[in-house]
């Protein structure tokens, strides 16, 4: 289990840099393959997808099964309880209350001689949205739709399209499909990992191509999204999951070790990391950890992802916890501290900030609002999480008038002329009368 390091050691200084280095390999056979899928779903479309899913998903699964039809999602609604729609209906009333702040207006100025300038904001056309499928459909990722599927309504998206693996017997687990369509989504495709990201951006006989794939995956489906990035828009290429927490005296060790945990359980290759004041918090943390990874479902996977890229970082001020935070850009970060808002002013870079005691980062994944697509592997420090804008366009709108023109002509043609750009100017001359 992880021992503590104080940051002004050789070894503190050496994890640190490791931290702020993080990246995860990705093998030239796992390029080749996923190359390979894509081309075989450009060029063979809905007989690639029942291929791929026979192989992978559904060993009976046909090119009727690959829509789901509306007496599934009807249906669905009988399988799930009551307690869970409250608390679905509750996660997508806070999540879309949050996302409405988000949208953008369109603009307009102008100017004395008669230019009007601005900017008009115009969603996508259409939108594609990937969910996993959670353990061939016993674990279903109902709150990624939701993350997904609300700020792309929110945008204005007119066609959102969802795409998620079906289990072995060709079906959607209902909790997901009772997810899906309370967000309004009525088109929805049983296809998963890499296949399903090249359909969508690409189209078969049977699917549209959409203009933004977004959505969390494994390996395959986030080296899909790189591969076609370019031919339609992605929300972002994330790593495994991460949180930092900067914790004083005050944090109650047992909350702090629940914390580190609850990433740690995602992936072996996840990252959970405690930045302390105290040491002897740092100490009881590490008996905390011993003590509820024997309680965990996923316990091999968190205590491999803790004896990889685990760290109980011993600091000498909570300014130093900040600066290391802020090096390190992490996708979570939690201030478990007396005075959390005292220190949020330092915050430079994190995908989500976690204030007080009494604000784990599952309140954020859940239920919060603010959405929990968030940038990791440190590309917090120039991105942001999903939202609303990552569904628009910003187009600049530009009108001059006959005075105006006149007033800038000759500027553009010298600027012009100094490029070499000799038709730019042209385009000016004829036009000076």
Same mark, same amino acid.
């Given at each position: 289990?992880?021992?503590?390091?104080?940051?002004?050691?050789?070894? *503190?200084?050496?994890?640190?840099?490791?931290?702020?280095?993080?990246?995860?390999?990705?093998?030239?056979?796992? @390029?080749?393959?996923?190359?390979?899928?894509?081309?075989?779903?450009?060029?063979?479309?809905?007989?690639?997808?029942?291929?791929?899913?026979?192989?992978?998903?559904?060993?009976?699964?046909? &090119?009727?099964?690959?829509?789901?039809?509306?007496?599934?999602?009807?249906?669905?609604?009988?399988?799930?309880?009551?307690?869970?729609?409250?608390?679905?209906?509750?996660?997508?009333?806070? $999540?879309?209350?949050?996302?409405?702040?988000?949208?953008?207006?369109?603009?307009?100025?102008?100017?004395?001689?008669?230019?009007?300038?601005?900017?008009?904001?115009?969603?996508?056309?259409?939108?594609?949205?990937?969910?996993?499928?959670?353990?061939?459909?016993?674990? /279903?990722?109902?709150?990624?739709?939701?993350?997904?599927?609300?700020?792309?309504?929110?945008?204005?998206?007119?066609?959102?399209?969802?795409?998620?693996?079906?289990?072995?017997?060709?079906?959607?687990?209902?909790?997901?499909?009772?997810?899906?369509? @309370?967000?309004? &989504?009525?088109?929805?495709?049983?296809?998963?990992?890499?296949?399903?990201?090249?359909?969508?951006?690409?189209?078969?006989?049977?699917?549209?191509?959409?203009?933004?794939?977004?959505? /969390?995956?494994?390996?395959?489906?986030?080296?899909?999204?790189?591969?076609?990035?370019? &031919?339609?828009?992605?929300?972002?290429?994330?790593? /495994?999951?991460?949180?930092? $927490?900067?914790?004083?005296?005050?944090?109650?060790?047992?909350?702090?070790?629940?914390?580190?945990?609850?990433?740690?359980?995602?992936?072996?290759?996840?990252?959970?990391?405690?930045?302390?004041?105290?040491?002897?918090?740092? @100490?009881?943390?590490?008996? +905390?950890?011993?003590?509820?990874?024997?309680?965990?479902?996923?316990? @091999?996977?968190?205590?491999?992802?803790?004896?990889?890229? *685990?760290?109980?970082?011993?600091?000498?001020?909570?300014?130093?916890?900040? +600066?290391?935070?802020?090096?390190?850009?992490?996708?979570?970060?939690?201030?478990?501290?007396?005075?959390?808002?005292?220190?949020?002013?330092?915050?430079?870079?994190?995908?989500? $900030?976690?204030?007080?005691?009494?604000?784990?980062?599952?309140?954020?994944?859940? $239920?919060?609002?603010?959405?929990?697509?968030?940038?990791?592997? *440190?590309?917090?420090?120039?991105?942001?999480?999903?939202?609303?804008?990552?569904?628009?366009?910003?187009?600049?709108?530009?009108?001059?008038?006959?005075?105006?023109?006149?007033?800038?002509?000759?500027?553009?043609?010298?600027?012009?002329?100094?490029?070499?750009?000799?038709?730019?100017?042209?385009?000016?001359?004829?036009?000076?009368?």
């Amino acid at each position: 289990m992880l021992r503590p390091v104080h940051y002004n050691t050789a070894e *503190g200084k050496k994890r640190v840099d490791s931290l702020i280095k993080r990246h995860f390999e990705i093998s030239s056979q796992h @390029e080749a393959r996923v190359k390979e899928i894509l081309e075989q779903i450009r060029n063979k479309g809905d007989q690639a997808i029942v291929q791929y899913t026979r192989q992978y998903d559904a060993p009976y699964f046909e &090119i009727k099964d690959l829509a789901v039809s509306q007496q599934e999602l009807k249906d669905a609604y009988s399988k799930v309880d009551n307690d869970f729609l409250s608390s679905l209906r509750k996660a997508i009333s806070n $999540i879309e209350e949050f996302h409405m702040l988000q949208k953008p207006k369109s603009w307009m100025t102008t100017r004395e001689d008669g230019t009007i300038l601005g900017q008009m904001v115009r969603p996508v056309d259409a939108a594609g949205l990937y969910c996993p499928g959670g353990k061939g459909g016993k674990t /279903p990722l109902v709150s990624s739709v939701l993350m997904n599927a609300i700020p792309a309504g929110i945008a204005g998206v007119k066609r959102i399209v969802l795409a998620t693996p079906p289990d072995r017997h060709g079906a959607v687990n209902p909790h997901l499909l009772v997810a899906i369509s @309370e967000v309004g &989504i009525k088109e929805i495709y049983k296809m998963g990992s890499a296949w399903a990201i090249g359909a969508l951006a690409f189209g078969t006989e049977t699917v549209a191509p959409v203009d933004i794939v977004v959505g /969390p995956g494994n390996i395959y489906v986030a080296l899909a999204k790189k591969m076609v990035s370019g &031919i339609v828009g992605i929300d972002m290429l994330a790593g /495994p999951s991460e949180v930092v $927490i900067i914790a004083d005296e005050s944090a109650p060790p047992e909350f702090v070790a629940a914390d580190l945990l609850s990433q740690a359980e995602h992936d072996p290759m996840a990252t959970a990391v405690l930045i302390t004041t105290s040491a002897r918090l740092a @100490e009881e943390v590490t008996t +905390e950890l011993e003590h509820q990874l024997e309680k965990l479902e996923r316990q @091999e996977t968190a205590a491999e992802s803790l004896e990889t890229n *685990g760290l109980l970082l011993k600091v000498d001020d909570l300014e130093t916890a900040a +600066e290391i935070a802020n090096r390190t850009g992490p996708e979570h970060l939690e201030l478990m501290i007396s005075d959390p808002w005292g220190l949020l002013p330092k915050i430079r870079h994190a995908g989500a $900030i976690f204030l007080g005691n009494a604000t784990p980062e599952p309140i954020g994944d859940y $239920i919060a609002g603010p959405n929990h697509v968030l940038p990791t592997m *440190g590309t917090a420090r120039f991105s942001s999480a999903l939202g609303v804008g990552t569904f628009l366009k910003h187009s600049s709108v530009i009108s001059y008038s006959r005075e105006a023109f006149q007033k800038d002509a000759d500027d553009v043609i010298r600027l012009a002329e100094i490029e070499g750009l000799t038709a730019h100017a042209m385009s000016i001359r004829v036009r000076q009368g």
